[in-house]
């Protein structure tokens, strides 16, 4: 599997509903399945999670992270979103 970067921009609304798909999946223990820039993946029940928050001179950034291997990816998912 090739290395991959992707970051995509949404309206207010739409990444409003996409956290809330994410964290009812996490509520509920289920595997949360999306797709980014053409490719469909599942986000594991059991993903590590995280907020980062980077301050340069200019600007200010926060980032909610989910991580998790590779092999814990073969759960099977709630349903699927196009992001």
Do not use: C
């Amino acid at each position: 599997m090739s290395e991959r970067d992707v970051e995509k921009d949404y309206s207010v609304a739409d990444f409003a509903a996409k956290l809330r798909r994410l964290a009812d999946a996490l509520e509920s223990g289920k595997p949360f399945r999306i797709q980014v820039a053409g490719e469909r993946f599942t986000v594991p029940k059991n993903a590590r999670i995280s907020v980062e928050h980077e301050r340069g001179a200019d600007e200010e950034e926060v980032e909610f992270q989910l991580k998790w291997a590779l092999a814990d990816a073969d759960q099977e998912p709630e349903d699927d979103d196009e992001v």
